[in-house]
């Protein structure tokens, strides 16, 4: 029984999901400048710049995947923030080939990155209405909780990719061909972000259009006002003669025809 015990591989938990919590918080605090010009052909630029940091990310997970055993457990949370780190440079540069870094924030940021690890983690903070997506301005209370949900689902997909650990070569080639494949997605929703029309809360706030309120009136001046008075009073005053001229026509008695 002890001989084969020494064989079975001992449980040690990944990644504790408060921590890749943290990490995400930490991640999403600033965004990467880029280096980027705008592009004419914006569409073929971020797939070029998608294909070459799906490259990186696949290199750099599969190298962080192969050392063997317990210590091939302790590059998981490295591996989750080098991979962010390189989808984040990935997200700025695609933002900025279609001229839209200055609108890049932390929520965009988040929604890019993992949007598909918890799509309804960010039911709250992106609206879609119609073509346009519209996303609202996040306190550190709505950003710890979508970083938790986040990092919850995170933590699960670790315990198989640290299980890969046990396999280095053939493991730290599955793990550098899921990093292809989720920087793949995450270069997607970029693109989709990017090339559509999408503002933050405040601004599509602005851009209705309120109500024009009704113009004061000018106070008249006094010849104005007198000249209006004297009108009043002679119209009052013709339409008291009618109305006399009326009732003195009603009251007068109809003559009898005469007879022969």
Not at 146 to 157: D, I, N, Y
């Amino acid at each position: 029984m002890g001989k084969h015990s020494e064989h079975v591989p001992a449980v040690i938990a990944p990644v504790e999901h408060g921590r890749v919590t943290q990490a995400i918080l930490d991640f999403v605090s600033e965004v990467p400048d880029s280096k980027v010009g705008s592009s004419k052909d914006p569409a073929s630029e971020a797939r070029r710049l998608a294909q070459r940091a799906a490259q990186r990310a696949a290199l750099t997970a599969g190298s962080l995947a192969l050392p063997p055993g317990p210590l091939g457990w302790l590059t998981l949370l490295p591996e989750l923030i080098a991979i962010w780190k390189i989808q984040g440079q990935m997200v700025s540069d695609i933002a900025a080939a279609y001229g839209r870094n200055h609108t890049l924030g932390r929520e965009q940021m988040l929604w890019c990155l993992f949007r598909h690890t918890a799509a309804q983690a960010f039911r709250d903070l992106v609206v879609q209405m119609g073509d346009r997506l519209v996303f609202r301005r996040m306190s550190y209370t709505v950003a710890q909780r979508v970083a938790k949900q986040v990092g919850v689902k995170l933590t699960r997909r670790t315990v198989s990719e640290g299980l890969s650990r046990w396999l280095p070569v053939i493991g730290a080639l599955g793990v550098g061909a899921y990093a292809y494949y989720d920087t793949g997605q995450v270069a997607s929703t970029a693109i989709a972000l990017f090339s559509s029309d999408a503002v933050m809360a405040d601004e599509s706030e602005e851009t209705v259009a309120k109500p024009a309120k009704p113009a004061p009136r000018k106070k008249a001046s006094p010849v104005r006002r007198a000249m209006d008075k004297l009108a009043d009073k002679a119209a009052t005053g013709t339409a008291r003669k009618i109305v006399h001229a009326a009732r003195k026509a009603t009251s007068k008695k109809p003559r009898k025809p005469k007879t022969e």
